[in-house]
């Protein structure tokens, strides 16, 4: 196996300071609401574990996974969450925690399905946002980085081919992969 390229985009000491200011942002804004945290089993686990930790008060937070009814068809309506919410959503602030928000299509998903459990309100927190990727509007997404992506992306739990996740830094697969 040919090893790939990989560009770097964000060494590991600006992807702590980001998440750090994001975590107090999140503090500052929701602290009252004592939202719970649902991370997305996958990608977003170190970046949920960083996220918490630079919350300093006490939190809550849970992990969830997505994916599709039938793997071999992508069709947002065919989205299910497969791994079971552990708590009761009802009146609950929620931010689900992603790696990384693209299209859109799962977070308006997951949205309509926290709602209809009863939750209050919902937001996202993404490591990365690649806004003008979006096919829906999502709003109240609070970010640490926003780029235009030219390939996969990798590191800090982002994987490719279900490699280099665990890299410190995040980067990006030169020439698309």
Do not use: C, W
Not at 35 to 40: S, V
């Amino acid at each position: 196996m040919t090893e790939p390229t990989i560009e770097t985009l964000y060494q590991a000491d600006e992807i702590e300071r980001a998440v750090s200011e994001l975590g107090k942002r999140l503090e500052e804004e929701l602290g009252p609401e004592d939202p719970l945290f649902l991370g997305l089993i996958g990608g977003s686990v170190i970046f949920l574990a960083d996220l918490v930790r630079a919350y300093e008060l006490p939190v809550r937070y849970e992990l969830v996974h997505v994916g599709y009814r039938h793997p071999e068809v992508s069709a947002s309506d065919l989205l299910a969450i497969q791994y079971p919410i552990p708590v009761d959503l009802t009146d609950q602030s929620l931010v689900v925690v992603k790696d990384v928000i693209a299209s859109g299509v799962t977070e308006t998903y997951l949205l309509e399905q926290f709602l209809e459990k009863g939750a209050s309100r919902v937001r996202f927190a993404t490591l990365i946002d690649l806004e003008d990727e979006r096919k829906t509007d999502l709003d109240e997404v609070y970010k640490a980085f926003t780029i235009k992506r030219s390939g996969p992306l990798v590191g800090y739990g982002l994987k490719y081919r279900g490699r280099y996740g665990n890299l410190p830094y995040v980067g990006q697969i030169a020439n698309g992969g």
